[in-house]
Every structure is written in structure tokens, then in C-alpha cells.
């Protein structure tokens, strides 16, 4: 069993930054693969960006140069730094979890492979 819970979300203006964090517990190696994904208002949830075992990382097109995706080395907290915040950023943002490793951990992007979520926090960004 894993259990996450994020922190960190709040109202900021466009341009500004916020620094989000998943802190999780359980299994290791049901942890190999942390994410974060996002649901703005009537959207799908979609990946925002991804860190692996082998420290590789995966990013969105609309985040990429803005998020980094980071994690300690203990892998029990995730975080995720946004610059340049944009109000199209404003969403709940979920952390989430997979033993997927390495490439698959990268490659599969889908909401069905993850097994564990965390309840969200929301980010609102206003222009």
C-alpha cells in the first residue's frame, strides 16, 4: 500500500512561481515511477511530468522549461517547482505512483497505470 498526500498549492499571479510537494509512504518499489498529473476545471487529467528510478525525467510540451520534477534521495518526497506560471496552469494537481521503471516509467502516460493518488491540491494562477 502507498499513501501520498501533496501540499504546497495555493493563488498566485501569472508570472510568479509555487512549489508543490507529494509526501509519500509505503512500498518502495510500488514507488519506482512518481508523477504529476492535472485537472483544470471541465478537462481531463492529464501528466504534467514524471521522475523515474533511474533519475530520468519526462515532462509535458506546455511545461516543459517552466516545472522541474524533483525527488529526495530517500524517494519519500516528490516535488514539482513551477516558474512562469500561467493562468492555463490553474488545475488540481494530483501526485501519483507506479512500480513502472526507467523507460516505461516515461512512456506510459496513461491515468489507468497509475495504481496510487493522492487527493490533490489546487493551483490557481490569475492573469
Known amino acids: 500500500q502507498v499513501h501520498l498526500v501533496e501540499s504546497g498549492g495555493g493563488s498566485v499571479q501569472a508570472g510568479g512561481s509555487l512549489r508543490l510537494s507529494c509526501a509519500a509512504s509505503?512500498?518502495?518499489?510500488?514507488?519506482?515511477?512518481m508523477a504529476w498529473f492535472r485537472q483544470g476545471s471541465g478537462k481531463e487529467r492529464e501528466r504534467v511530468a514524471v521522475i523515474a528510478t533511474d533519475g530520468g525525467t519526462w515532462y509535458a510540451d506546455t511545461v516543459k522549461g517552466r516545472f522541474t520534477i524533483s525527488q529526495d534521495n530517500a524517494k519519500n518526497t516528490l516535488a514539482l517547482q513551477m516558474d512562469s506560471l500561467k493562468p492555463e496552469d490553474t488545475a488540481m494537481y494530483y501526485c501519483?505512483?507506479?512500480?513502472?521503471?526507467?523507460?516505461?516509467?516515461?512512456?506510459?502516460?496513461?491515468?489507468?497505470?497509475?495504481?496510487?493518488w493522492g487527493l490533490g491540491t489546487q493551483v490557481t494562477v490569475s492573469s
Open positions: 501519483a505512483a507506479a512500480s513502472f521503471e526507467g523507460a516505461l516509467c516515461r512512456a506510459y502516460g496513461g491515468t489507468t497505470n497509475y495504481r496510487y
Open positions: 509505503g512500498a518502495t518499489y510500488s514507488r519506482n515511477c
